[in-house]
């Protein structure tokens, strides 16, 4: 790495970090909280106004309904919950969904969950940055002028804080994840107070306003369907339960233990923050619609374009704490600085999930490598690419965008849930013990409810969300689905195609000859350095070889190798359109079509430069002639390099990197003596 690149990275994401310090970067309960669980705690933020923007459709009577979608949302809540801590225990290495499903269902599930776990993934960085977008354009409108550019910088921020590693960026997020829940908890304490002891009436900014709905007197299967609708849009509030299950690993031990105990407190903490939130939201006459700009009267009058629709929480806030107050704005702040946060959920899960499925080479091999703060730093740089993609794509529209969501979440559910049936149908056949079994049962009727329960909501979810987005989120699966397939038959092929056998074969006996080929232009150093690597090979037959461009340099070579005795015989090669690579290849071909058990072996003698644009202006035949003889069978390449004075300087350069230190590459002395230190008894 050259001093130029190594600066920047050491000051944006740190010192590299040796591998025996994973253990340092695991993860306490009250740090794994905003680490696993900010997405589902910041979705309070989105999700009521989700289900409020459905209903408006048929009007402001049917905001009614509200509550009882709430519930619904709360039992599922608690199911998927409950579920999950059968998960953690019986599945704590962090594969998570993908392990349960390919362990008990087969290869083919567990790649339909890792394709949802991934669409899924990639939706939360894109809808939790665009809703904190405009969040916190509300308070600053270049923001909302510059929704992509700002949403894109917001990823990148979060790309590189995770690039630090998962110990430090948690660090980071929990401080505003807890302002954020404290500051709900005291709006909902507050309003509860004021509206209950004090009988004060409280009203949001848009509780004059009324709704034109679209669709008046819905009655019967529209209305049902109206009310599953507006029940898919509030399961929002559950994405991103599952990355505890499969962020085990990143807990501190006991991590089923711990994971289990963050995975209740998450649940408890998101259901508290949900049904408060509709619940001053009915009370203060929040007013919200998918069109505001027609469907929002005003004094019988539509209210226009220029009217920004400020989110439920933000609303909510106005009329609890007053417009302007403190707790206020502590809460609007906290509030888009946590739905930037919940993007972390994905940041975490996502590259972990991309090492499993690269460790069974469902991906690229590179995704399975830590980097240099024991993150998998390749696995985030694509989440941030493709979220970005997303975000860019979209405009950066969470209303447009959260269509397209909890697809892949409950797909994943369902079969993560049949599963753990499976799973513990399995371990009852074979478990003797009364009390054991008495356990499996009760977590196999656990688990079976909730496949059941989330399996209906996939259902719904698919039925109301199809045509409004939904549709996009499925071919995203079934692209990674196929993708993921085709990597996989790719590196089964080579496998088996590089497999050593167990008895002799044509790799493992020896070649009949070797006849070595030097390839030369000219007799100088280079050329007399591989000619004399060359003969100590020691190969069957031996020659030079030159193709003839210039007839004037092709006599004046072979009047000097005569002159100067040299005892390898020289074979030119006309060239009558000057090309080089071509006739070479033909020639070493020949060979091999002569003696197909003989390996020919063609030596290279190669330039070594010191600086980048030296190699413009040297060794341009010899790359394109190794990347030509790479395909040809029984072919070896050898490069026989020479060093030319300007190499001295690029190797001075690069003794100096060795003892130069970047910022903060070292901070309490020498490895040696920090060791010594940590020894030492205090």
Known sequence: ????????????????????????????????????????????????????????????????????????????????????????????????????????????????????????????????????????????????????????????????????????????????????????????????????????????????????????????????????????????????????????PAFRKPKSKNAATTLAAMGLLAVTMFCGIIALAMVTKVRMAENPAVDLLKDGAAIGSDYVQNPVISQVAEAVFGKGSFLFIVLAAATALVLFLAANTAYNGFPLLGSILAQDRYLPRQLHTRGDRLAFSNGIVLLAGAAGLLVWIY????????????????????????????HWNRHLAAEKDGAKRRHMVRSRAINAFGAFFTGLVLVVVLVTKFTHGAWVALLGMVIFYATMSAIRKHYDRVAEEIAAPEGPSDDSVRPSRVHSVVLISKIHRPTLRALAYAKLMRSDTLEALSVNVDPAETKALREEWERRGIDVPLKVLDSPYREITRPVIEYVKSLRKESPRDVVSVIIPEYVVGHWYEHLLHNQSALRLKGRLLFTPGVMVTSVPYQLQSSEAAKKRARKRQDWNAPGAVRRGPAEERAKEASTPK
Request: aromatic letters at 8%; proline letters at 4%; hydrophobic letters at 50%.
């Open 1 to 248: 790495m050259s001093k130029l690149t190594d600066v920047p990275k050491r000051i944006l994401i740190g010192r590299a970090l040796r591998s025996d310090r994973l253990g340092e970067t695991l993860l306490p309960k009250r740090i794994a909280l905003p680490v696993f669980a900010s997405d589902p705690l910041s979705s309070v933020a989105y999700a009521p106004g989700e289900v409020l923007l459905v209903l408006s459709i048929a009007g402001v009577s049917a905001y009614h309904f509200s509550p009882w979608i709430a519930v619904a949302v709360v039992v599922l809540m608690f199911t998927v919950v409950a579920s999950y801590r059968q998960n953690v225990h019986a599945y704590p290495s962090g594969g998570g969904d993908y392990e349960v499903a390919n362990t008990n269902l087969g290869p083919k599930a567990g790649l339909t969950v890792a394709s949802a776990l991934l669409v899924d993934y990639v939706l939360t960085v894109a809808v939790s940055i665009a809703s904190g977008i405009e969040n916190l354009g509300s308070a600053v409108p270049f923001v909302v002028e510059h929704k992509v550019l700002c949403a894109t910088a917001v990823i990148v921020l979060l790309t590189l804080m995770n690039l630090r590693g998962v110990r430090e960026s948690g660090s980071l997020f929990a401080i505003p994840t807890y302002v954020f829940v404290v500051g709900v908890f005291i709006m909902i304490a507050w309003g509860a107070f004021r509206g209950l002891v004090l009988d004060e009436t409280m009203r949001a900014p848009t509780a004059s306003y009324e709704i034109k709905a679209e669709h008046q007197g819905l009655a019967g299967f529209a209305l049902v369907f109206l009310l599953l609708r507006a029940f898919s849009s509030g399961c929002a509030a559950l994405t991103g339960v599952e990355a505890i299950s499969n962020g085990v």
């Open 395 to 422: 405009g950066a529209d969470s209303t447009r965008l959260i269509q397209l969501y909890i697809v892949g979440v409950f797909v994943s559910f369902t079969l993560s849930q049949t599963g753990m049936v499976r």
